[in-house]
């Protein structure tokens, strides 16, 4: 018994020594492209940040000197004061009109499946070709926006969007609120739709009406999908660059720099690559902690 035990043993431990190198094979692709696509890009940017170099070339190592200088930088951290105000003002619109359109079109009617369609479409429209859309939509001289509100008498004459930051900042909200509220939306419906009729159908029958369905039973049950989506809306309006650079290019005086475009400005404008590192890095440390706040949240309504 014992010799037939040895070669059994042996033949299991090749088994898994076969199954590791098949788990490692099959993980190899997708490391590989971690690696020569975010680990090794992150170093490099890490350690430019610790240089004074230009994007013409050259430049000496200077520790932690850029990191100070961030540290008086007003206009970043003025950037960075307009990106969170953006983000708290937007991911709420996001969230609530993608929610109502979701409890709109949740049932899969031919005419509920056709409004679904229509909202999702904008979501496969580049953000560049939506800004510029809207940017002529809002233009006041050839902008059919402003022409519709005047022959309805909704304003007497044209509105000029992109001289006040106020306005300028409310157009960008109203294009990304077109182009990304459908994203939501199926996000949200998916959500829904998983959720079991029998609870439903057992609520209706307890007499519990649609909007108390809503609060007591579609919301907490939609939990997850809610602060995921929340979560992905929030950390890409932090990293807002393009809508901003084509519809205002931080016009008024600056007033509507985000935080990426004031890299930006930094990094390929004023050719300090550097600097523009040290702002990443700042900028990604910035969002990883919100996105490990935003997880704990999650991880604790779950277990409550």
Known sequence: MRKTGVPQEAAQMRGRRWNELQGWLFMGPALLFVV???????GQLIYTSLTDRSLLGGGRFVG???????????????????????????TPILMGLGYALALLTVENTPLKRLTRTIAFLPVIIGISSSSLL???????????????????????????????????????????????VGFGMVLFVSGIQAINPEIIEAAIMDGAGYWRRVRVMLLPLTRRILLLTTLVSAIGSMLAFDQFYIMTSGAPRGQTFTAVYWIYQNSFVSFKLGYGSALSVVLTLIILVFAALQIALTVRSEAS
Do not use: C
């Open 36 to 42: 020569v696509f975010v680990l090794f890009p992150l």
């Open 134 to 180: 809207w940017y002529w939509l809002l233009d006041e001289q050839v902008g059919l926006f402003n022409k519709l509100l005047v022959d309805l008498h909704v304003i007497k004459e044209p509105i000029v969007w992109f001289v006040t930051a106020d306005l300028a900042f409310w157009a960008v909200v109203i294009s990304i609120t077109w182009k990304v």
């Open 64 to 90: 932690i000197e850029n990191y100070l200088r961030i540290w008086r930088d007003s206009s970043f951290w003025r950037a960075l004061q307009f990106t969170m105000i953006y983000t708290l003002v937007l």
